[in-house]
């Protein structure tokens, strides 16, 4: 107790230098550096930080605290402070619907009244049926921080399975739900993670398990290794469960299990990594007792994606990137060699990329991606183009999902200017008609969008492109310069498209102008885009972004006084490169959850499946070109880095908080003192998927006012 208490007499006096100087932000809470250096093929590299790792620990957890202190103390001194928040609440509180989605006779959709923490789950007989709560997440605990991950029904209907994750971890518990009753089963799965459900009629079902943790209080920090698939049959105790494969030779793969709507086929998906996959299958004809032995590899891996979409007639179709860049759909005969000059062609590759596909009432739906937005095609099971469906306008198309005797479907479209608004889709007639259409409190017709494109380096071969937000009375015309937010992500073949946001809306009817950058490392523009952003080729990715922000200080658009950016996960990996190589362009920097620690985060949760994105540090190579752009190694003595505020929380153990807590400490210790170095530690949160919506709105009220006091904006009340 007596080091805790002498670190808050330190961020005591904290306090009394901030208020009686804002010169300087040089008083932030000490943080003890120790004496670890690692070798890494000859190279001596510092660590001393290390003992932040430990999450466990009293010593961290006192950090936490002063450090949080530290960064609430600094932020009460913006008077705008709670007015964003109330705002932000006052904008969050409408009515937000899920998109419907039938099984059976009923049709399911999530709902949230409007300042929920998490939605809720409903469920109607027919379109035209009673809505009842089927499951209510926020009565699941007390603090509004348990969420719902994934559903799967049973062949008839009658059971549904549903994950459930606490505080935001990744770790999730699989429960059983009597639809009709809604009675709760007793049994209950736990420690898994990044699994499905696939049913085997009534009797039970399989998925993707892990043993129990050694130390239970290392579950959010350790290794995740020797994922293998389980088969739980219904009223049976989880330490009966069979299992029906495992891999003691590869302990660093995930493993992933799906039976196809004919239930002849079980699939098991493999990846050592975020990129790059293996299916092995066993026909359920020949047995209905499937065991390690028992499984046939269909398409070995790692090198390309596949994805089973359906099977018909014995045979697989596929999409894929085996033969196509910017993937393909092929049917897939079993009993053929594994490769394209044996696959039918259903639908060819095309210029954009088919980033989707889906078949319903006897119709194939590819969602392709044209410059960053959605174009979906209708095909026949034969390939044959039946219409392309005519969205409300630029933005994002997400949905058409459905079965195969299915008549209809649904889907959202959504833009930065349009809030998320659902269609029902009549498959033979091509009709969208209105669904659900939200009821906002603040405008959005008064925000225009515009897209250009951008020259960078000349390795990536082509331009890039950003989309621009303002308001259409904010000019663009170079006649004034205006405050920015600029946000990328580049990375694991992830793209990102238009969509709707109140964060983002808020900054925009402030006056400022909110800027996203599609980086190379994505999937807009298919393969060669994903390869031109990562391993070796990351450095491209930043070089992008920070071309992208030299664009608009070159068009007059903003200044560097007056560009912010941000990023989360990969991307607060942008930010933190990009503020450690260019600190002169930004004024504030906003990395979030991000991966800081280049060398290191192979070693930490499910860190080691994204070496096929970034390589690893153990291999020579890899390190050469990791340690040139890792943010943690890169931050230099007595430079004017933006003001940045680093973000993350306690129980992510996606992106364990370590990294940003080593980067934190390490910016603070090296700024000049210009600017501020803030971190701010979310309590009973993780890297970001089922925060509640309080949280969501308080981390977010803090991060725009600190943006907005920094780009020197003063925050109007939305209040109308």
């Not at 608004?421 to 009549?426: E, L, N």
């Amino acid at each position: 107790m007596v080091k805790y208490s002498l670190v808050f007499i330190m961020t005591f006096i904290t306090y009394n230098s901030i208020a009686q100087s804002n010169m300087k932000y040089t008083t932030f809470p000490f943080t003890k550096k120790g004496t670890t250096v690692d070798d890494y093929h000859g190279t001596k590299v510092n660590d001393p930080y290390r003992w932040l790792e430990d999450d466990n620990s009293e010593e961290t957890a006192e950090w936490v605290d002063a450090q949080n202190a530290y960064t609430n103390s600094v932020l009460d001194k913006i008077s705008f402070r709670q007015s964003v928040k109330d705002d932000l609440t006052q904008m969050w509180n409408y009515e937000k619907y899920g998109q419907p989605f039938k099984k059976g006779n009923y049709y399911f959709f999530y709902k949230n009244d409007g300042l929920q923490n998490q939605a809720v789950l409903y469920y109607q007989d027919g379109l035209d049926g009673k809505p009842k709560v089927f499951i209510d997440p926020n009565k699941l605990n007390d603090k509004g921080t348990a969420s719902l991950g994934s559903l799967s029904f049973s062949k008839d209907y009658k059971y549904c399975a549903y994950s459930v994750s606490q505080a935001g971890s990744d770790w999730q518990d699989i429960y059983i739900k009597e639809v009709k009753s809604q009675k709760i089963l007793e049994d209950v799965i736990t420690y898994t993670k990044f699994t499905n459900v696939a049913w085997v009629g009534e009797r039970g079902f399989y998925y993707s398990g892990y043993d129990k943790p050694k130390n239970e209080e290392d579950k959010f920090s350790a290794k995740t290794e020797f994922q293998k698939i389980f088969f739980h049959e219904l009223g049976t105790e989880i330490e009966q469960d069979k299992l029906v494969y495992e891999d003691k030779a590869h302990a660093l793969r995930y493993k992933g299990i799906s039976i196809t709507d004919d239930e002849r086929w079980l699939l098991l998906y493999q990846s050592e990594g975020t990129d790059g996959s293996q299916i092995d299958y066993v026909d359920l004809n020949k047995t209905n007792d499937p065991s390690v032995g028992s499984f046939k590899t269909l398409l070995p891996g790692f090198k390309y994606n596949y994805n089973i979409i359906e099977s018909i007639d014995g045979k697989f179709l596929m999409h894929t990137n085996h033969g196509a860049d910017n993937y393909n759909l092929v049917l897939v005969d079993p009993n053929l060699p594994p490769i394209p000059n044996a696959w039918k062609q259903i639908v060819a590759e095309k210029n954009e990329k088919l980033d989707e596909v889906s078949v319903v009432g006897g119709h194939i739906f590819c969602k392709y991606l044209k410059d960053a937005s959605s174009l979906v095609m209708e095909y026949d099971l034969n390939g044959t183009l039946i219409r392309t469906i005519e969205l409300p306008g630029i933005g994002t198309a997400s949905g058409f999902g459905g079965d195969m005797q299915d008549d209809h479907t649904f889907y959202t479209f959504s833009s930065f200017n349009y809030p998320p608004t659902i269609f029902k889709y009549d498959i033979a007639t091509g009709k969208s008609e209105l669904f659900k259409k939200p009821t906002l409190g603040f405008r959005t017709d008064n925000i225009k969008v515009t897209q250009v494109f951008v020259q960078s380096n000349d390795n990536i071969g082509k331009k890039v492109p950003m989309f621009i937000v303002h308001r259409d009375d904010v000019s663009l015309a170079g006649d004034k310069q205006h405050p920015v937010l600029m946000y990328g992500y580049g990375g694991f073949n992830i793209s990102l498209t238009p969509s709707f946001s109140i964060i983002n809306s808020y900054f925009v009817q402030q006056g400022g102008i909110y800027v996203m950058v599609n980086l190379p490392g994505g999937s807009e523009y298919g393969e060669q885009w994903h390869r031109a952003g990562n391993l070796e080729n990351k450095q491209n990715v930043f070089d992008a972004f920070i071309a992208a922000g030299e664009h608009l200080i070159k068009e007059r658009i903003t200044t560097k006084d007056q560009l912010a950016i941000s990023g989360r996960s990969n991307g607060g990996t942008l930010v933190g490169a990009c503020m450690t190589q260019r600190p002169d362009l930004f004024k504030v920097a906003l990395p979030g959850v991000g991966v800081m620690d280049m060398l290191r985060y192979h070693k930490f949760t499910v860190g080691w499946g994204w070496v096929v994105e970034y390589g690893s540090s153990d291999n020579k190579t890899d390190f050469d070109y990791l340690i040139k752009y890792s943010p943690l190694h890169n931050l230099k003595q007595g430079t004017d880095y933006p003001a940045t505020m680093v973000t993350t929380a306690d129980h992510d153990d996606r992106v364990v908080p370590a990294h940003s807590f080593k980067y934190a400490a390490t910016l603070q210790a090296m700024n000049s003192g210009k600017n501020p170095a803030l971190i701010r530690i979310d309590k009973q949160a993780g890297h970001g998927a089922g925060k509640p919506t309080s949280k969501v709105i308080d981390e977010w009220g803090d991060i725009l006012s600190f943006t907005m006091y920094h780009l020197g904006m003063h925050a109007k009340s939305m209040k109308r």
